[in-house]
């Protein structure tokens, strides 16, 4: 990340951006809570959208606007998901709250899904105390959802940004199309947790 490409890019002199950004690390915050704005705007959009849906087409529906965010911002998603900007620390205050709201949709339909008995966590493996303890941490910033709720969204999401960062880092053979792949992953959540 270089302020005078950026500057160049805006066609300003590379002193000017001082006048909006004190330093390149409110400039990076700036950008890292954008980024997850727009996450969390296009997940709000994928519910809205589906707001006659039932629950399960909601949470397909979730993960397909996460997957298309990811391929059409992939820059936005290397800067809040790729390797750390060396000496930049994220401020907690600024990107925690950007960061929340990207995930609440989800968090919202799986809490929906497990409030109508549509889960099958019977079949979940004992919690940890340990996992149990983080959870109920979380549980307590986050506020109503329960910890099985949690956990599976943290499942969920982990399980298709695994997948959509192997898609934009090239690293599908040439002959998989990563779209397909994505697709029969979100079926197969489906089916196993509902």
Do not use: C
């Not at 490409?5 to 805006?10: N, S, Y």
């Not at 889960?119 to 493996?125: A, G, I, K, Y």
């Amino acid at each position: 990340l270089n302020l005078r490409a950026i500057a160049r890019d805006l066609g300003i002199a590379a002193p000017s951006i001082y006048n909006y950004f004190p330093s390149r690390d409110n400039l990076v915050t700036t950008l890292i809570a954008d980024a997850y704005n727009s996450l969390a705007e296009s997940q709000e959009a994928a519910l809205e959208s589906g707001l006659a849906e039932s629950l399960s087409t909601k949470l397909f529906l979730l993960g397909i606007a996460y997957r298309d965010w990811v391929v059409t911002f992939p820059q936005r998603y290397q800067l809040i998901f790729g390797t750390p900007i060396p000496h930049y620390h994220a401020p907690d205050d600024v990107t925690v709250p950007a960061a929340t709201r990207a995930l609440v949709p989800l968090i919202k339909v799986i809490q929906d899904l497990q409030r109508a008995n549509a889960l099958r966590t019977e079949r979940f493996s004992v919690m940890s105390p340990r996992l149990e303890s983080m959870l109920r941490s979380w549980q307590e910033a986050e506020g109503s959802s329960d910890i099985e709720t949690l956990y599976l969204a943290i499942v969920i999401w982990s399980r298709l940004h695994g997948l959509v960062g192997l898609e934009i880092g090239n690293q599908f053979p040439p002959f998989i199309d990563a779209a397909e792949i994505f697709q029969r992953e979100m079926n197969n959540i489906l089916i196993q947790y509902l």
